[in-house]
């Protein structure tokens, strides 16, 4: 599964994804604004899940790097 989803998102930038996906689910829920709004519901999972889609396609990573055990 680490292939198909690689954590690939910093945690900042998740919990940034989650609260904007959040407040857009809520601005459209109160009919603030159009139905447009429930595609917050793309950042909310990508932040969950910590794996963007768009970022694996194109090789980007916001993730530091993980120190590597010499061999």
């Known amino acids: 599964m ?11 930038e998740r919990v940034i994804r ?3 996906g ?4 809520g601005l459209a829920v109160a009919g ?6 429930y595609v917050g519901v ?8 910590g794996s963007c889609p768009l970022y694996t396609v194109l090789g980007f990573s916001t993730c530091p790097l993980k120190a590597t055990k010499p061999s």
């Not at 680490?2 to 900042?12: C, M, R, T, Y």
């Not at 603030?32 to 709004?37: C, D, L, R, S, T």
């Not at 793309?42 to 899940?49: A, E, H, R, S």
């Open 18 to 20: 989650v609260g904007i």
């Open 2 to 12: 680490s292939k198909l989803f690689p954590v690939n998102e910093h945690i900042a």
């Open 22 to 25: 959040l407040a857009l689910i």
């Open 42 to 49: 793309v950042p909310v999972l990508t932040g969950l899940v």
């Open 32 to 37: 603030k604004v159009g139905p447009w709004g």
